[in-house]
């Protein structure tokens, strides 16, 4: 029964350790180590809070960064496409421009040719008929030297009017 | 709430193992007239005889080992702490005596042989309690008067315990001090976990948000008894006293838990208790149950913590006694086997008794301040 009997003066000496005790390191021990505990807590969840944040606005960044370079490829895309266009056009319309002024000139130096032929022809023309006429006359001449032969002609002539 | 069953079963297994041991030890021994003696312990007539064949023993050179007399002198408290051999340590004696207070040191009594004359009356040790002599006669009237205030070894041994918390927790606390928002270093980091254990473990599930009022006590008391369980399987000084297996320490424990819990209850609790949603006829009935459940809460907590330090000093103790009951050497080594596998497991027990008292304080301060049913 000894065993299960609470002496006082334990009890006393208890109570007065316990209470001293828990006074004593309530004061200087669990206050400052609980809120010692409780701030680095805080501190770190805040950074992860931190790094989270960064990591979502790095990977924001990124796409953004990615949506900026298939932008700008399909800008240049487009750009290189419309330079071509341009360069066909611009090669095209030389072209057509090119082929217009040959056959332009290819038409003004027929007309050329033409007018010089025509012109030539004329001159042979002439020539032939100023030839013709001389020898003509050389004909005539000769043959008209004595009068009964010019006689003859006009009788001659006169026969075709006659007919007439 | 959950580990009761274990721990009760537990309880109740301990204290069938060191019943089946002590009355092992009795047939033995044939020490059917000191556990009669014990029994007895305030009889005069027992004790004189039994200093008288203590004596005897002594005549003869040699004393008849008594297993059950050197448990019971462990388990109970002392006002001499024993070193080594013949060497104790004499502590101070305190008396609260009618006419004042008395103060000597308990060398006086030279364990127990002489009798000591302080200022009011003449002392003697009987049974390691001090009595008033009058005339070579005890008197129990006159020591009944008396109130022994004494540092004894249970006394000493849980200031030493009190100075070691305060020297590591305020320690802990400088570093804490010294290296803000740093990680923990040395000392700092074997308690900072234990720390958060009885913080995220034992404090929030089972109080909630209001968890932070009551986490100086729920630390306190958990590091107490931890570090009181431990010293206490220290064989040698300053450790080897049975502070938590006293009784009376672990009803100053239950007491202040009795405290805090139902300072702390709020409006709620007391309805639960004194109008229970029960019809009102049954009244009667379940008031008184419900009052005797604050009480037998914390008493349960007593009996835990005291029956299992105690089972567990018990055990160690009878199994060294083997090696002096057979009287062989060839015993010791099972004998030291045996406590050795003791000795780990109430290292266990020493952490799980400081856990359950503070998850349960925590329980029953839970359901004390809890919001609504």
Redesign the interface.
């Known amino acids: ?15 007065v ?2 209470v ?3 006074i ?3 004061k ?7 809120s ?2 409780h ?2 807590e805080q ?1 770190i969840d805040e950074a992860l809070n931190k790094a989270e944040l960064a990591k979502q606005e790095m990977a924001r960044l990124t796409a953004q960064n990615e949506d900026l370079m298939k932008e700008a490829r399909a800008e240049r895309d487009r750009i290189l496409k419309e330079a071509k266009e341009l360069k066909d056009g611009i090669v095209g319309e030389a072209r057509k421009q090119a082929q217009t002024e040959g056959a332009k000139l290819i038409e003004k130096a027929r007309i050329e040719i033409e007018n010089q032929k025509k012109a030539a022809l004329a001159e042979v023309k002439g020539q032939v008929s100023a030839l013709s006429l001389e020898i003509a006359e050389r004909v005539l001449r000769s043959q008209l030297e004595d009068k009964s032969k010019q006689e003859a002609l006009v009788a001659n002539l006169l026969k075709d009017v006659e007919l007439n | 709430m959950d580990y009761n069953p274990i721990f009760v079963s537990k309880v109740k297994r301990l204290i069938t193992v060191f019943t089946l041991l002590i009355a092992f030890f009795s047939f033995n021994t044939r020490a059917f007239a000191q556990v009669d003696s014990l029994a007895a312990a305030d009889s005069t007539a027992v004790h004189g005889e039994h200093a008288a064949e203590a004596g005897h023993g002594a005549h003869k050179g040699e004393e008849k080992f008594e297993p059950t007399k050197v448990i019971m002198e462990h388990i109970a408290d002392s006002h001499m702490w024993h070193l080594w051999g013949h060497t104790s340590l004499p502590l101070p004696v305190i008396l609260y005596t009618p006419q004042g207070l008395e103060f000597f040191s308990s060398g006086n009594f030279h364990h127990g042989e002489h009798d000591f004359t302080g200022k009011y009356n003449t002392y003697r040790l009987v049974h390691d309690k001090v009595k008033v002599v009058n005339g070579g006669q005890v008197d129990e009237t006159a020591s009944g008067a008396i109130i022994d205030f004494s540092i004894t070894k249970n006394v000493a041994a849980m200031f030493v315990a009190v100075v070691i918390m305060l020297l590591i927790f305020i320690s802990v606390a400088g570093a804490y001090r010294k290296r803000v928002g740093k990680s923990p270093k040395g000392l700092q980091s074997l308690i900072e976990p234990i720390i958060i254990f009885v913080r995220d473990d034992i404090a929030r599930p089972n109080i909630g948000h209001k968890y932070a009022k009551f986490m100086p006590y729920l630390l306190t008391v958990f590091f107490f008894i931890w570090i009181n369980n431990l010293l206490g399987l220290i064989p040698i000084f300053p450790g080897g006293a049975n502070v938590t297996g006293n009784i009376a320490l672990t009803f100053v424990l239950s007491l202040i838990t009795l405290l805090v819990v139902n300072l702390n209850g709020n409006k709620y609790y007391w309805k639960h208790i004194l109008l229970p949603d029960v019809p009102w006829w049954l009244y009667p009935i379940m008031i008184p149950v419900e009052l005797i459940g604050i009480i037998s809460k914390p008493f349960a907590l007593m009996i835990r913590l005291f029956a299992n330090i105690t089972a567990g000093h018990i055990i160690v103790l009878s199994l060294i006694s083997l090696i002096f009951i057979f009287e062989s050497l060839a015993i010791a080594p099972v004998s030291v086997a045996f406590v050795l596998f003791m000795d780990v497991l109430e290292l266990l027990v020493a952490f799980l008794q400081a856990f359950i008292f503070t998850l349960l304080t925590a329980l029953f301060i839970g359901m004390a301040v809890e919001e609504h049913h």
């Open positions: 029964m000894e065993l299960v009997t609470p002496s006082i003066g334990l009890v006393f000496w208890t109570v350790a316990f001293c005790l828990l004593l390191l309530r200087f021990a669990w206050k400052p180590i609980m010692a505990i701030d680095r501190s």
